[in-house]
C-alpha cells in the first residue's frame, strides 16, 4: 500500500525586507535581525495550516560580493532565531544568479524572481498547493514569481522598491507582514 503526503498551501516569503532587516548584501550572523513581528505572523501561518517556505534571490554571491559560505550562515542565524522565537520555517530556497538588468520584471533565469522555479520546486519536493499558496514580498519580483507559479495571489509588503507601471503593479500592498498574514486570515477565517 502506498502512503501519498497531503497537499497543502504555503506562503512563500522573501528574506530580505520581508522577514529580516534589509541590510544590502549581509554576509555575517551578527547582521541578521527578524523584521518586527514576523515571527508572530509565521506563527500565525502555521496555525492556519499553511507551511511557511522562504525564496530568496542571493545575487550577492553571483556579483562576488559575498561567498556561498556567508549566504549560508545568514540563513542559518535567520532559521535559528525563527525556531527559538517557536516560529519554524519549513523550507528555504535561493538562487545565487547575477541579474543582467535592472528590470524586475524580467525572467533571466528559472530561478531567479521573477522566475517560478524556486516556488515550483518546492511544491514538488514538499507537496504544496500552489493554487491555495500565497507569495508575500517587497518587491514586483516577489509579485511576479507567485503568479508566474500559479499561486492564489501574491502581497507586497512595506516595499521600499517602487513598482513599475505595469505587470505587477496592481498587487496588494501591506504595511508589514503582519498586516499581509492579517489579510490572509480574513480570508481563511471566511471560506
Not at 14 to 25: N, P, S, V
Not at 85 to 114: N, Q
Request: charged residues 25%.
Amino acid at each position: 500500500m502506498t502512503t501519498s503526503k497531503k497537499i497543502r498551501p504555503a506562503v512563500f516569503l522573501d528574506r530580505d525586507g520581508t522577514l529580516i532587516e534589509e541590510r544590502g548584501y549581509p554576509s555575517r550572523a551578527d547582521q541578521v535581525a527578524l523584521v518586527r513581528g514576523a515571527a508572530a505572523a509565521v506563527r500565525r501561518l502555521r496555525a492556519l495550516g499553511f507551511g511557511c517556505v522562504v525564496v530568496t534571490n542571493q545575487s550577492g554571491v553571483g556579483r562576488g560580493l559575498i561567498t556561498l559560505e556567508q549566504m549560508h550562515a545568514v540563513n542559518a542565524e535567520m532559521l535559528r532565531q525563527f525556531q527559538e522565537a517557536g516560529a519554524p520555517l519549513d523550507g528555504l530556497y535561493y538562487c545565487t544568479a547575477a541579474p543582467l538588468s535592472d528590470d524586475k520584471t524580467v525572467i533571466e533565469h528559472s530561478d531567479r524572481k521573477p522566475g517560478p522555479g524556486m516556488l515550483l520546486r518546492a511544491a514538488k519536493e514538499m507537496h504544496l498547493d500552489l493554487a491555495r499558496s500565497w507569495t508575500i514580498g517587497d518587491s514586483v519580483s516577489d509579485v511576479l514569481a507567485g503568479r508566474n507559479a500559479g499561486c492564489r495571489e501574491s502581497l507586497l509588503v512595506g516595499s521600499a522598491h517602487p513598482l513599475p507601471h505595469g505587470r505587477g503593479s496592481d498587487a496588494l500592498v501591506f504595511d508589514d507582514l503582519s498586516a499581509a498574514v492579517d489579510y490572509i486570515a480574513s480570508l481563511a477565517i471566511a471560506a
